[in-house]
């Protein structure tokens, strides 16, 4: 008999949500506290400390090698581009107009994946990502006193998409995982 997973899955959905929550009010209150650059520094520091102490022993020196590394440079612009974006908009954003539209990534991740690369997306996802959308403009209230920005969080969504699309093809280009199709092959050039 199998199983069942579902009350654990639950539950490891909801610690993600508070844990996304608690990141974003932590990043308002570092980045109202420090200098930004200087957050992002000590940030991705210890990222790179607990990345290298967990993976290094593991894969040793193939964990630094890249078979691409004009695409992982461009991956790494990108998710310094979100970090930059995401401190910039806490500090001028409400941070439940910058997660509203924060959370609209999945959106972008999805329209760039059936448009770009191919991706067939079932109607019942279309319709879950419109209702997002949806429940995204109604916190964020739209109207004609726009506010310039909130296009920082707009860079955030675009940013961190575009690092989500080359992330999966990136590690199977490594060989840190097996290739599932020959949709995720890179070409040669990059």
């Known amino acids: ?72 440079s461009l991956r790494a612009v990108l998710m310094l581009t979100s970090s930059l974006c995401a401190f910039f908009s806490l500090k001028v954003l409400p941070v439940g107009d910058f997660t509203a539209v924060a959370m609209l990534t999945p959106l972008a991740i999805t329209l760039a994946a059936a448009v770009l690369m191919g991706e067939h997306v079932s109607a019942v996802r279309w319709l879950f990502l419109l209702l997002g959308l949806a429940g995204a403009l109604m916190v964020i209230r739209p109207g004609p006193e726009f506010q310039l920005s909130m296009l920082l969080p707009l860079g955030v969504v675009l940013s961190n998409a575009g690092y989500q699309l080359l992330t999966g093809p990136l590690t199977r280009a490594d060989g840190l995982v097996r290739r599932t199709s020959t949709r995720d092959a890179l070409p040669r050039c990059c």
Do not use: E
């Open 1 to 72: 008999m199998k199983d069942n997973q579902t009350p654990q899955g639950i539950a490891l959905m909801i610690a993600a949500v508070a844990c996304f929550a608690m990141l974003d009010t932590l990043t308002k209150v570092v980045g109202s506290a420090v200098p930004v650059i200087m957050a992002l520094w000590v940030r991705y520091l210890a990222q790179t400390a607990l990345t290298g102490t967990v993976l290094l022993p593991a894969r040793g020196r193939r964990l630094l090698h890249t078979r691409r590394p004009v695409l992982q």
